[in-house]
């Protein structure tokens, strides 16, 4: 089955302590990107990829940190999370040359206390 | 640079009565644009497009929009509203020049009420 696997779905940790959202996808997607939700903002992009090895920031960079190192995963890195990054990401994929449709993961919701 | 603005965050409907979600679009290329529903708990999935050629576009569950470029409008409707349909709907664009930027409205939660 085709689709986009973001780990973990849920967490809650603390200003400071670094955490990784995984995200893996099984089309052969060239092009990942990371998206964050908040209420009355809608989704803003943090980072995206078009290829590996090959990362560039989106609107919302700050505090976060990507890599690919394979075509298939792109984790989100937190090297020091705070309160305001407390947010529902989404991890979302497609082919380079495709005409902007995405398909996403089902969400990490993540609580910074 | 391109953009979305999606008229009301929040609509009610009757449960039977029409749908109408409103997108206004900006974007300095000929655009392609999105509709995509956000159920409680899930990602976003594709609920339509419009890349180029018929500006009537069809999706999923009985959903439709429809291409406008003297208004630079993507209106999504439905005929009749289910309790289903109960859902975020988010708007997005995409510059058509095959740059993967993909620029999403704030948001719309549709509420069906019975």
């Known amino acids: 089955e085709a689709q986009v696997t973001q780990n973990p779905r849920y967490l809650i940790t603390v200003t400071g302590k670094k955490l990784t959202v995984t995200c893996s996808q099984n089309?052969?997607?060239?092009?990942m990107s990371w998206y964050r939700q908040d209420p009355g903002l809608g989704l803003r992009q943090i980072y995206y990829?078009?290829?590996?090895?090959?990362?560039d920031k989106g609107d919302v960079p700050e505090g976060y940190k990507v890599s690919r190192k394979e075509k298939r995963n792109f984790p989100l890195i937190l090297e020091s999370p705070s309160p305001n990054q407390t947010s529902l990401y989404f991890c979302?994929?497609?082919?380079?040359?495709?005409?902007?449709?995405?398909?996403f993961g089902e969400g990490s919701r993540l609580t910074v206390l | 640079a391109q953009s979305v603005t999606q008229l009301g965050s929040h609509v009610s409907v009757s449960e039977g009565a029409l749908v109408l979600l409103r997108c206004n679009y900006s974007?300095?290329?000929?655009?392609?644009l999105f509709w995509y529903v956000q159920y409680p708990n899930q990602g976003l999935q594709l609920l339509l497009k419009?890349?180029?050629?018929?500006?009537l576009v069809k999706g999923i569950n009985g959903f439709e929009a429809e291409f406008k470029k003297s208004e630079t409008s993507f209106h999504l409707t439905k005929p009749s509203a289910h309790m289903s349909d109960a859902a975020e709907y988010f708007c997005?664009?995409?510059?058509?020049?095959?740059?993967?930027?993909?620029?999403f409205g704030i948001g719309t939660k549709l509420q069906v009420i019975p």
């Open positions: 979302a994929s497609s082919f380079r040359r495709s005409t902007g449709e995405l398909f």
């Open positions: 997005a664009v995409s510059d058509s020049g095959g740059y993967q930027k993909v620029t």
């Open positions: 089309m052969n997607h060239e092009y």
């Open positions: 990829s078009m290829n590996v090895e090959v990362t």
């Open positions: 419009y890349t180029t050629g018929a500006t």
């Open positions: 974007s300095s290329v000929p655009p392609y």
